[in-house]
């Protein structure tokens, strides 16, 4: 009995033993603590189900403002990202998706957002040779802005015509830069504003002019005038407004979807260099792009570049070993502050303990929790979570034909 009242709150020491211990084991019996984490303002992500308080979190606050979400298909992911989507409009930050699979078109209609189909029947285009009317950063220096599209198009052009040989890649830089150039656009510009820019069917004229580019030619006339030629070789006739902007790729053939999402990525990559402003972009199914070496580099410096332009990447896969196996896919995990894990299957949950140091404990919940709950990962802490909507929330996000019965 003296014991028991030894070791409680009561400072009462009826025992009279004493012994040195480490403030760490000290602190284990401090009985007024919980492992919380929540901020004052911010977007609420769910329920801590270690102490049931609220996780709410700003994630233009962190060190950046990226976001990665790892579950198996129905787990959740897509709920609990539409849901961050739905508050964070209502706090005026606008939202961008790239939704290979039509999850977001009732979220869409119902916020009266702007949905774009991107389809070989669309009335739809972005030109992938567009630049930023006007780079807001005060590091760029004169030629970047030529050199980064370049750059971009070579990596779209190994996506079109498959892997370039060194040759190649020589040739279609020099067309490329040329074709720019005959539009009045050349490496000592740092603002195109006024200026045309060219399109495909400008490079596959330049390119018929190369001694060497024969090949290149052939592979490349498909999409030009060919059957693949509505989406990538007219001008843009579309333009990014206020609050949220789905664009579907759902419709497109599975060889043209990668291209696609590479050429809306380098879309949105040059709207947000041109205007400054809070911004969500939402990857859905990431693996889509992860597949390809140039769309990954290009995903992985688009997310270490974001936050010095007021956006936040949000990266969302099913697919967690692919997506783990690239070392982009480690990177863009990095680089995230924020990272949802919710439910996994057994094949991915060895790789998501090596990555984020799961317990035993962590990874059998992983494995056994219900649809929306799992861990939340912000900085260096982190809580169990159960993702919480409201009724209204539920009934316009859920992807469960049941739910809205």
Avoid at 178 to 195: A, E, Q, R, V
Avoid at 218 to 244: A, C, H, M, Q, W
Avoid at 344 to 355: E, G, H, M, T
């Amino acid at each position: 009995e003296q014991g028991f009242v030894a070791t409680g709150p009561f400072a009462r020491d009826e025992v009279g033993v004493y012994r040195n211990i480490s403030t760490k084991g000290l602190s284990t019996t401090f009985p007024f603590t919980s492992n919380s984490l929540s901020q004052d303002d911010g977007i609420l992500y769910g329920i801590n189900t270690h102490n049931n308080s609220l996780i709410i979190f700003d994630r233009f606050r962190t060190e950046n403002a990226n976001m990665v979400v790892f579950a198996k298909s129905g787990g959740g992911k897509s709920f609990a990202v539409k849901l961050e989507i739905l508050r964070s409009l209502m706090l005026g930050t606008d939202v961008i998706v790239l939704d290979p699979e039509n999850e977001y078109k009732t979220l869409v209609d119902t916020v009266g957002g702007t949905y774009v189909n991107i389809n070989l029947n669309s009335n739809e285009r972005i030109n992938p040779f567009d630049l930023p009317r006007a780079l807001k950063d005060t590091e760029t220096k004169s030629g970047d802005l030529l050199r980064g599209a370049v750059i971009n198009l070579l990596g779209l052009m190994n996506l079109m015509l498959g892997k370039c040989t060194p040759s190649e890649s020589s040739i279609l830089e020099k067309a490329i830069i040329t074709t720019y150039s005959l539009k009045g656009i050349t490496m000592t510009d740092d603002d195109i504003s006024g200026k045309e820019v060219p399109i495909m069917k400008d490079l596959y004229s330049v390119l018929e002019t190369m001694d060497g580019a024969k090949g290149i030619c052939e592979r490349l006339e498909k999409y030009v005038t060919g059957i693949f030629s509505g989406v990538f070789s007219e001008p843009t006739n579309i333009n990014l407004t206020d609050g949220l902007v789905v664009f579907s790729v759902r419709d497109l053939d599975d060889i043209l979807r990668p291209i696609a999402m590479y050429m809306l990525l380098g879309y949105v990559w040059n709207v947000t260099r041109s205007s400054l402003r809070k911004r969500v972009l939402v990857v859905d199914e990431a693996w889509n792009i992860m597949q390809h070496e140039d769309s990954a580099k290009f995903l992985f410096g688009l997310v270490k570049r974001a936050r010095k332009y007021g956006l936040g990447v949000t990266t969302i896969t099913q697919d967690v070993e692919d997506f783990m196996g690239s070392p982009e896919g480690k990177a863009i995990v990095t680089n995230s502050s924020i990272q949802l894990l919710l439910k996994q299957s057994p094949a991915s949950i060895d790789v998501l303990q090596n990555v984020f140091k799961l317990t035993e404990q962590e990874k059998y919940i992983l494995l056994n929790s219900a649809v929306g709950q799992g861990l939340f990962f912000a900085g260096t802490e982190h809580v169990g979570i159960q993702v919480l909507a409201s009724y209204f929330e539920e009934q316009v996000i859920t992807t469960n034909p049941n739910a809205t019965k």
